[in-house]
Structure formats: C-alpha cells, structure tokens
C-alpha cells in the first residue's frame, strides 16, 4: 500500500481534529477526500506528508512511518498546500530549478514539468506577475519536480478557469496511473470525474469509504446526508 493510516488522532486544545482515522490506498489509485470545512482534511494531509505529528495511531507513506522516517516520506511525497505558498521575487523557471536543487534532481525535470503543468508561455515570467491560476499550476510543478510516488493536493484547482481545470483534471488522472493520488475539494464534480474512490471526513471523523462507481450521480446527496446528520 502507498498509503496506510491507522487510528490516527489528533487533537487542537478542546477541539477533536481527527478521531482515530483508517484507511489504505493502493498505489494507482486516485482518491478524493471530502469534508465540510473544519472536518480535518488538511490536518490528515499535513501528517501524511510528515510536517504534523498525530497525537496518536500510525501512518505509513511509501513504506516509510511518517514520525520514524520523516526525510524518507518527504522525498517520496509531492504535496501542493491549500495555500500554496511561493516565491513571489522568483521567475517561474528559477523557483522551479530551485526546487530541483532542493530534491537534488536534474535540471531537465524543469522544462519537463513547465511542459506537464501548461506553464509554458509563463516561463519567464516573476511568479508574483502570474495569475492565480497560474500561481496554482507553478505549486503543482514544484510538486511534481522530483517525480513522488505519492501525490498529495489540497485543492489543487483553486483559482482555475474552467478550461484550466479540464487540463488539470486530465493530467490528474494521468498521473494516477503509476502514482497514488489524494486530493481534497470542495468540487463534489471534480471527484465524480477523476477519482476512483471517496472518503468523507466529518467532525474528525472518517464517515464514508468507498468505490467511485458506486457513489457517481449520487455523492452530492451522499455527501449532503453524512456531513448535515445531527
């Protein structure tokens, strides 16, 4: 498995941010990860990607445990925040020659992930003079850079138009071929139409687990009835 979360908790003060969370994901799969806001998503991200210990449980990302082998699963892992943090000062093909060095990859990976994102005519451009759909394609490249076995991304379609969210969604699913894909969104028709499985977190917890094929046409109401449930 790629991904293997068990009795995962975490707690902020008085507030249960996740409440002993299970799942696995195999490798090849793409999965959408839903919730209302507040629900834990990013919080279950964060620790996958070994940046935010749990309270308690396990996670294993690429073989490796998040807290024993932290570096391990940062190598093996490309993770696009919610918020998307960048270089502002930084041409678009320096931020991401920077972020080759950092993982310690070629130079070559640059052009080819400008290429994979449609980042192409923005190239020369400060990332701070971009768009913020195309600050949003500069954060997926950066993930993508050193070629993770496991991708991890908070909405990654925030601030796309709807033509750049077709060319996403198909590279999504494209990459998920040979990697493990999760991503969260609040877009219940992204999921339908790239993923292969949903989870629904609500109030920390994990409230649904299954096959897309049984939830496409009905994960609005699906969701709607785990998520509004006194």
């Known amino acids: 498995m790629s991904i293997e979360v068990s009795g995962i ?112 005519p923005e190239r020369h451009k400060k990332i701070g003079a971009l768009s913020k759909g195309y600050r949003q394609r500069v954060g997926l490249a950066q993930a993508l850079i050193h070629e993770p076995e496991v991708l991890i991304l908070d909405e990654p379609t925030t601030g796309l138009d709807p033509n750049q969210m077709v060319g996403i969604r198909q590279l999504i699913r494209e990459l998920g071929r040979d990697r493990t894909v999760m991503l969260s969104t609040h877009i219940l028709q992204e999921v339908e139409l790239i993923c292969d499985r949903v989870l629904i977190l609500n109030r920390g917890a994990l409230v649904a687990d299954q096959a897309m094929e049984g939830a496409r046409g009905t994960l609005e109401e699906l969701f709607r009835r785990l998520t509004t449930a006194s």
């Open 9 to 120: 908790s975490k707690r902020y003060g008085l507030q249960q941010a996740l409440d002993s969370v299970a799942f696995s994901v195999p490798s090849g799969q793409v999965v959408g990860f839903l919730g209302p806001n507040g629900a834990g998503k990013s919080t279950l991200m964060k620790i996958l990607t070994a940046y935010l210990p749990a309270d308690s449980g396990t996670a294993r990302v690429a073989g490796y445990d998040v807290v024993e082998s932290p570096h391990e699963v940062k190598k093996r892992v490309g993770y696009l925040s919610e918020h998307n943090p960048l270089y502002l000062d930084l041409y678009v093909r320096e931020f991401l020659g920077f972020c080759a060095g950092v993982h310690g990859v070629g130079r070559n990976r640059v052009e080819a992930v400008i290429e994979q994102t449609g980042l192409g």
